[in-house]
């Protein structure tokens, strides 16, 4: 099956920590991208990857980091410095940048404990 | 400048009546719009895309949408709802003139309840 996967589903994370969030796609997109979803609101840009080893900050990029060393593969830090990073979080990929549809992965919630 | 709102954040309807989720836009140029859907606790999944051929736009599960450029709009409709539709629903702008992502807009989201 095409798609995209997210892991884990579920995360929990004590104050101070790192997490690392995983996505993966084998689609052979481009474009991918990160997107932060609270309650009652809709989704707020992260990060996105326009080709491997290049990304560029979205709209919320304080308190993460990210990596594009593959094609199939953009994870996704939340970094201690992150002041309130209890949310959803939806990895999607394009074929490239612009108005080209995304698809996006099933998500991961993160609670921060 | 782009941007987008949906009208309603909560829309409530009794299965098998129509469905009217309203999306307004703002794009100085050609915009391609999206609507998507999201269940709980799931990613969104594409309803529906215009991208300047036919002003109504078919989509999955009986949804349609159409462009009016005179008025901003690209509200979605559905004839009869079906207690399946219950779901969050998102209306997505982008503008064309650009390759990247900080240009791709999402409304804040509409909450279709079904009464039985």
């Known amino acids: 099956d095409g798609g995209i996967t997210q892991s884990p589903k579920y995360l929990f994370r004590k104050e101070g920590q790192n997490v690392t969030l995983s996505c993966e796609q084998n689609l052979n997109h481009d474009a991918m991208y990160w997107y932060r979803q609270d309650p009652g609101q809709g989704l707020r840009l992260i990060y996105y990857?326009?080709?491997?080893?290049?990304?560029q900050k979205g709209d919320i990029a304080e308190g993460y980091s990210v990596s594009r060393e593959k094609k199939e593969s953009f994870p996704l830090t939340v970094t201690s410095a992150q002041k309130n990073p209890t949310a959803f979080y939806l990895c999607?990929?394009?074929?490239?940048?612009?108005?080209?549809?995304?698809?996006f992965g099933p998500g991961t919630r993160l609670t921060v404990l | 400048a782009q941007s987008v709102t949906q009208l309603d954040s909560h829309v409530s309807v009794s299965e098998g009546t129509p469905v009217l989720l309203r999306c307004n836009y703002s794009s100085s140029y050609s915009p391609s719009l999206f609507w998507y859907v999201q269940h709980p606790n799931k990613g969104l999944q594409l309803l529906l895309k215009?991208?300047?051929?036919?002003?109504l736009v078919k989509g999955i599960n009986g949804f349609e949408a159409e462009f009016k450029k005179s008025e901003t709009s690209f509200h979605l409709t559905k004839p009869s709802a079906h207690m399946s539709d219950a779901a969050e629903y998102f209306c997505?702008?982008?503008?064309?003139?650009?390759?990247?992502?900080?240009?791709?807009?999402f409304g804040s989201g509409t909450r279709l309840s079904i009464r039985p």
């Open positions: 215009y991208t300047s051929a036919a002003t």
């Open positions: 997505v702008v982008s503008d064309d003139r650009y390759s990247s992502a900080s240009k791709i807009i």
């Open positions: 990857s326009q080709i491997v080893n290049d990304f």
């Open positions: 999607a990929s394009s074929a490239s940048g612009g108005p080209n549809t995304q698809y």
